[in-house]
């Protein structure tokens, strides 16, 4: 159980193109889901929490008019980069929150999207 | 002070060793504590949770030292499957996850 599964798993697009990526949970339903951005040699930097129904919360200094994320059912979470720049090549890993109740929550990650701009 | 510190090692161990890695946060308010294992290119994957009172996981073992504001995975008995990065992951607020910078670990043969 608790499978998340993204897509695509690789993108390569030309500068000033926008990517659409797609995070799924499969046999659970989340009401939150999390977008993720990891550079080479560093760590996972979250930027932006997804909320069904809702506005989705950016982190400080992620753009939202930049990363667009729609999160329009229970099981599903977009994350459009709009006009793609070399610098925004990294790797994008969504995760969803699974309620454990008395374990706390507990996030299960996608298997990430590699995005190389040319 | 970053809010998760991790040594980024590597740590270079032979088969059969025993490993311990800590982390270090800043947020005494954080609730839950978690270890990741990431292998190269992929995801995370969950490791293990860590509970106030350690918890063991077969040849794992997780400690929180509240006071001290840190925590702990001890690997006992090292596998070549085991090299990876470990992440240490402390929550901040109810529900958002904040990552240390991984642990390599290799274990040779």
């Known amino acids: 159980g608790a499978v998340v599964s993204q897509h695509p798993s690789w993108v390569i697009c030309k500068s000033g193109t926008s990517v659409k990526i797609e995070c799924r949970s499969l046999d659970f339903q989340a009401t939150t889901m999390f977008w993720y951005r990891q550079f080479p040699k560093q760590s996972l930097m979250l930027m932006a929490t997804?909320?069904?129904?809702?506005?989705?919360?950016?982190e400080q200094g992620v753009e939202k008019d930049k990363f667009l994320i729609n999160h329009a059912s229970l099981t599903l979470s977009t994350l459009t980069v709009t006009s793609a720049h070399p610098e925004d090549s990294s790797f994008y890993i969504c995760s969803a929150r699974l309620l454990a109740g008395g374990n706390g929550d507990t996030q299960y990650f996608g298997p990430g999207t590699r995005l190389t701009v040319l | 002070r970053k809010e998760v510190e991790q040594d980024p090692g590597p740590f270079n161990v032979p088969e059969g060793a025993t490993v311990a890695f800590n982390c270090t946060y800043s947020?005494?308010?954080?609730?839950?504590f978690f270890w990741y294992r990431q292998d190269c290119r992929k995801e995370p994957k969950l490791l293990m949770s860590?509970?106030?009172s350690g918890n063991e996981d077969g040849r794992f073992t997780a400690q929180l030292n509240r006071a001290s504001q840190y925590i702990s995975l001890l690997i006992r008995d090292s596998k070549l499957s085991d090299s990876a990065t470990y992440l240490c992951?402390?929550?901040?607020?109810?529900?958002?996850?904040?990552f240390g910078t991984g642990t390599r670990l290799k274990v040779l043969a």
């Open positions: 947020n005494s308010a954080s609730q839950s």
């Open positions: 992951v402390v929550t901040s607020g109810t529900y958002k996850y904040i």
């Open positions: 997804s909320n069904e129904g809702s506005k989705a919360t950016y």
């Open positions: 860590v509970y106030s």
